[in-house]
Each structure stands twice: as structure tokens, then as C-alpha cells.
């Protein structure tokens, strides 16, 4: 063959090696579109949302948006989960996301504008309704939304005619009505109010809360036995409204029928233990009757409630009982709009509805100057304490609503250097990769398989002794840093703190750059300190709770010997960042000593560094968060934990339920 046909050859084959790569490509790009079918992970999250599982929904919205960030549907949908999680902040962060991505999205304008009212700004609220009616003109739930921002900002025309504007375009929508009879009433108009929800009524005459609201209203004009026969009704229809028993109460109460008025009480009570109000009315119906427990009653009431503690008033308890009638204007706004639930202008979701009404009656009458006698009045008829109660959040566990569940808020803990058995899926969530480690599972042949994680390891105590004993054996055969390290490690893993030290200093001695034998000694240095705490005669301890004195305990002069062994804690962190700058677990931890040590600036710049290393570290965003807000930055506190949440850690959203919203 020729020289000339030589290269005529080669070029040939590199034109087929080209085209076969080409191939490839195109086949692997094929594959993995056929791998992530987009639609389908849209829509399974859509219906997670809409039987309640907002965290599962959350998950699927985060791959799509992995895969698809150009997308503004994810960013609605996930937001809308994170709005029925109470998370307000970072559901308008997906929203902002949706509408940059698709500017004229009506659903997203509402949908935000809902948020902002849940987060008070309802100057922000208007702002987007107005932007999602001049997309849509038509929606009638936008109309009644703007409404309700509006009498949130005392402006009681403006609402009227945007509920006016509801009922030409749905003359039956009872929410409109509702809301109206709501406005009438801040008008004083208690008669047109009573037109309004007697429509609702023969709309849906199934509707307790419409029977609750025109049975406050017939109260506010003395037409007692009208009332009794609306409370009655309520009660027929929703057996368990334990407001409506509490009222029907104070109307038999005025009837001076004092003996059904307390059976009512109670039955208010055993619906709902901790309503102060029935409280108060049963301690009053008691005290006019002459029968024993009203002291008990007022003084579980001042407990529930410091509005109803008598001490803090000279008012004379007869009277109060006397003059139950005064100020009920204020009583029938309140419970007007608390059944009220708002409409929602997601025509491709029916999950995205919000009680806006619910907060309006007491934001308008916490303003109003009146006697202490009067107020009381007021507030008899209108509290409706939806508080959990102790026990029932285990039983609430799949409505899909997990910030209303009984958690201790705490830090999220120290990584570890830990290890499953081999193809063990038993994890409790997403286990970060990093190739230390894994070139340390290398060399271990996968046999122990190790991992870094911060899951409680109480349940593995045999396995991990079965590892110790392998690498004795391996220590018979070669004494190196490498099986010192693992020894350690599972020697730190079962409690052996002191020979785990050892093993450690072994290693390190052996291999000064064995970045894992530091962290691990620092680890392990950490766990003894946190047993001895836990010791029943240790009384300095020191505490990591959310609360008014989070770390709040001083270290005292007694506790020198463990500053000291703070101390070398630290030392090994800052030795493992210097062996790998990128090893984000030893900024994440140093955060953690630091945070014990009221160090809580350097313990916020180590979290940062920590999620710029790795952007998912829910851990990161969870405790940065929580420090945030003991620091007094609520906002970023907020985000944070929003972060956190949608990253996995789903009882973040507990925490900004309660202390962020």
C-alpha cells in the first residue's frame, strides 16, 4: 500500500471513529432523556400534592428542576407545596423563579400574592392580585383575594367592590358573599350582612359556618332565640365545632339559662381543651350559680390566656356575666371570617387554596381602644384555639402538613465517619459522596463499606464490632495508619473512646497527612466529652436547643478541662481543612464546637464555606439557619431553613412555622 493510500486509510478511520462517537453521544443523550421522562415527574409531584404529601411532591419538583431549570411549572408547583407547608418566604422565591422564567403566569401572580398576605405585606399582596387580573379579568377568587388584602389595610369599599366584582362574574359564590357580609359588618350594617349570608345559606344550606356567622350576627341585634336556632343548626351540621357550643352558651348565658349554658361549656371544652374563653363563660355561669370550681376555671383561663386573668383588672365578675351583648360588632367579625376559606385562581391545582379572612377580625379589633370588661366581652365570642394538642400530631402524621408535628427543635449533629454493611440501603436520607473516603472503601475492598453521615448509629453496635475484630486481624499481619484509622473509627462507633484515641494517634503518627485519622480523632474526642455530659451527675451541661438561651449556658471555670479538650477538637478540624480545603464535613463541624462555644459568627462563616463547597448540604442551611435566628435575622433564618427543607430536612418547616412566621 502506497504512502498517498496510507493516509487516504487513516483519514477514513478517523472520519468512522468520529461518526461512531457521534453516535454515541446521540444515543446517550436519547438514553438519558428516556431515563428522566420530565412529564412524568411533573405530574406524579402534582398529584402528591394534591393528596398532601408536600415533602414527597417537593422531591419530584427538584429533579425536574435539575434537569429542566428552564421550566416554570416546577417552580409553581413547588412552591405551591411550600405554601401549604407554611413556608411563605421560599414558596415566593419559586414563584419569583416561575414568573422570570414566564412573565404573563396569572397563577403564579395569585399565588404569590397569597404569600405575601401570609407574610403581612399586604401592599405586595394587591400588587400582584392587580397584575394577575389584568392576565385574567375574569377570575372571581382573585377579585375575592384583593378583597381581603384590602380590609387587611382598612380600606372596607375597596373590598366591597371587589367582592361586588366577584358576584357579577359568579352570582353563587358563597365566598363572595361571605366575605362581604364580613365587610358589612366592620360597616356596622349587621342587617345587610345577614341578607348576604341568608343567600349563602339557600346556595348551600349545608353550610355551618354560614349558620355560625348569621347567628353572631342575629346576636349583635338581640334576636336571641334567631341565634339559638342558628347555633343549633351549626351544631347539627358540624357536631365538633367547638366554637359554636362555646356561643351557644353565651346566647343561654343572656337567657340567664346558666345550667344548659355550662353543659354547653363543657361540651366546647371536651371538643377543645385548651379554649380559654369556655373557660372564663363556664368559671362566670358557676359563679352566678353558686357551684364550686370557678376559681379552678378562671385560673386555667389566665393560664391559657393572660387576656382573662381577673387579677390584672378591677372588674367585678357579676357584671361581666351581666353584659355579654356589649361590643358585638367586633365578636361576629371575627367569627364571620374564621370558617372562611379563601378561594384560590389555580385552575391547574385545587391544592393552593388559603384562610386569608381567618386573621382579619382580630388584626382590625387588637386597635380598638375599649374598658377591659368590654374587651373581655369580645374575646369570649370570637377566640377559636386551633393550637395542636398534646398527642394529636402522631395522629395528623398523613395530612401532609408536617410543620403542625410535636418536634424538639435542635441542631442538626456532628458527621461521622460510620459504615453500613455492604449494598445496605438502610439510610434515612441522601448520603453525601466524598473521595477520600471512597479511596479509603478502595483499599478496604468495599469490606467495611464507610460512608460520612450524622444517622444515629445506636442500632449497628454489633456490626461495628464485628469490624473491629477484622482489623485485628489485619493489624496481626500489618501494623500501617490505614488499619489504625479503621480500628479507631469503629472503636470510637462502639463507645471505646480512649483505645479509639489511641488508634488514632497511632495513625497520625505513622502518616502526619492521614487527613481522615484527624477528623476522626477529632470526632471521637467530641463523643467523650458529649457522654460525660450526658452522665446523671454532670450538672454543667451545656445545651444546642432553639430557644430564648440557646448555648445559654456560661462555661465556667470548672469546665477548663473540656475548653481544653475543645480546644484540641478544633486543632484537628483546622488540620483536616489544612491537609483538604475542600473537605466541607470539617467546616461543618468546626461550625458545630464553635456553636458550643457562643462562637457563633466564626460558626456562620464555616457553615457558609461549608455550602459553597457543597450547595445541597441540607445540614449546612438548617443549622446556619437556626444560629440566624437566635442571632436575631429571622429573614435569613428563614431562607435558610427553607433551603433545608427543600432539600430533605422536613422539619425545618416546624421550625420557621414557629418561630418565623
Known amino acids: 500500500m502506497s504512502k498517498y493510500e496510507n493516509v487516504i486509510f487513516a483519514f477514513q478511520n478517523l472520519k468512522m471513529k468520529r461518526l461512531l462517537l457521534a453516535i454515541v453521544l446521540l444515543t446517550a443523550a436519547f438514553t438519558i432523556e428516556a431515563q428522566v421522562n420530565i412529564n412524568h415527574y411533573i405530574r406524579v409531584g402534582r398529584t402528591r400534592i394534591s393528596i398532601g404529601n408536600y415533602t414527597g411532591a417537593t422531591e419530584y419538583f427538584n429533579i425536574v428542576i435539575k434537569f429542566k431549570p428552564h421550566l416554570p411549572d416546577p417552580y409553581f408547583f413547588r412552591g405551591v407545596a411550600k405554601h401549604q407547608l407554611e413556608d411563605y418566604r421560599g414558596a415566593v422565591l419559586d414563584y419569583n423563579k416561575a414568573i422570570d422564567i414566564k412573565p404573563y403566569y396569572p397563577d403564579a401572580y395569585t399565588n404569590r400574592g397569597m404569600a405575601f398576605y401570609d407574610l403581612k405585606e399586604f401592599e405586595k399582596a394587591i400588587e400582584d392580585y392587580n397584575m394577575a387580573l389584568e392576565l385574567d379579568p375574569e377570575n372571581e377568587g382573585v377579585y375575592n383575594n384583593r378583597g381581603i388584602a384590602k380590609i387587611s389595610l382598612k380600606d372596607v369599599e375597596g373590598a366591597v367592590a371587589d367582592y361586588n ?265 441522601f448520603q453525601y459522596y466524598n ?18 453521615s450524622n444517622k444515629p448509629i445506636t442500632n449497628y453496635n454489633e456490626v461495628f464490632n464485628n469490624f473491629i475484630l477484622i482489623f485485628n486481624e489485619r493489624l496481626d499481619i500489618i501494623k500501617n495508619a490505614h488499619n489504625y484509622t479503621n480500628r479507631g473509627i469503629f472503636k470510637s462507633l462502639t463507645g471505646n473512646y480512649n483505645s479509639a484515641l489511641d488508634d488514632m494517634d497511632r495513625a497520625i503518627t505513622m502518616d502526619s497527612k492521614n487527613l481522615l485519622a484527624y477528623f476522626s480523632r477529632g470526632n471521637c474526642r467530641y463523643k467523650m466529652i458529649e457522654h460525660i455530659e450526658s452522665l446523671p451527675d454532670f450538672t454543667n451541661q451545656l445545651t444546642i436547643a432553639l430557644n430564648n438561651s440557646m448555648l445559654n449556658e456560661p462555661v465556667n471555670t470548672e469546665m477548663s478541662g473540656m475548653i481544653r479538650d475543645y480546644d484540641l477538637i478544633l486543632r484537628d ?36 464555606k461549608a455550602i459553597e463547597l457543597e450547595p445541597e448540604f441540607a445540614e449546612a442551611y438548617y443549622n446556619r439557619g437556626l444560629t440566624k435566628i437566635f442571632l436575631d435575622d429571622v429573614e435569613g433564618g428563614a431562607y435558610d431553613l427553607s433551603k433545608a427543607g427543600e432539600l430533605g430536612l422536613v422539619t425545618a418547616y416546624n421550625v420557621i412555622k414557629r418561630y418565623c412566621n
Open 165 to 429: 366584582k366577584a358576584l357579577e362574574i359568579n352570582p353563587n359564590s358563597t365566598t363572595a358573599l361571605m366575605n362581604r357580609s364580613n365587610s358589612n359588618i366592620i360597616k356596622g350594617d349587621t342587617r345587610e350582612a345577614i341578607r348576604d349570608l341568608n343567600k349563602v345559606i339557600i346556595i348551600r344550606p349545608h353550610y355551618a359556618g354560614a349558620y355560625l356567622n348569621r347567628g353572631l350576627a342575629r346576636f349583635e341585634l338581640e334576636n336571641f332565640a334567631a341565634a339559638l336556632r342558628d347555633y343549633d343548626q351549626c351544631i347539627k351540621l358540624d357536631p365538633r365545632n367547638a366554637l359554636a357550643y362555646n356561643n351557644r352558651g353565651i346566647v343561654k348565658h343572656k337567657l340567664e339559662d346558666y345550667n344548659g349554658a355550662i353543659m354547653d361549656y363543657d361540651m366546647a371544652l371536651a371538643l377543645n381543651p385548651e379554649q380559654a374563653s369556655a373557660y372564663f363563660n363556664r368559671a362566670m355561669a358557676k359563679e352566678i350559680l353558686g357551684r364550686p370550681g370557678f376559681n379552678s376555671d378562671y385560673s386555667i383561663a389566665a393560664q391559657l390566656n393572660p387576656q382573662y386573668d381577673l387579677s390584672r383588672y378591677q372588674v367585678d365578675s357579676e357584671q361581666l356575666a351581666q353584659n355579654t351583648r356589649q361590643n358585638q360588632q367586633g365578636q361576629q367579625q371575627g367569627q364571620a371570617q374564621s370558617p372562611q376559606n379563601q378561594n384560590t385562581t389555580n385552575q391547574q391545582n385545587n391544592t393552593t387554596s388559603t384562610n386569608q379572612a381567618s386573621t382579619q377580625a382580630n388584626n382590625n379589633d387588637k386597635k380598638q381602644e375599649e374598658s377591659p370588661a368590654r374587651r373581655r366581652r369580645r374575646v369570649n365570642l370570637i377566640v377559636a384555639d386551633n393550637r395542636n394538642l398534646p398527642g394529636e400530631e402522631e395522629e395528623k402524621v398523613d395530612d401532609g402538613r408536617v410543620q403542625n408535628k410535636n418536634i424538639i427543635i435542635d441542631l442538626q449533629p456532628l458527621f461521622l465517619i460510620s459504615a453500613f454493611e455492604k449494598n445496605s440501603v438502610d439510610y434515612d436520607r
Open 435 to 452: 473521595s477520600t473516603v471512597e479511596t479509603m472503601n478502595e483499599v478496604n475492598n468495599y469490606n467495611p463499606r464507610l460512608n460520612i
Open 573 to 608: 478540624y483546622e488540620k483536616t481543612l489544612q491537609l483538604n480545603p475542600s473537605f466541607f464535613f470539617g467546616y461543618y463541624n468546626r461550625a458545630y464546637i464553635n456553636l458550643r462555644l457562643k462562637k457563633y459568627e466564626s460558626a456562620i462563616e464555616d457553615l457558609s
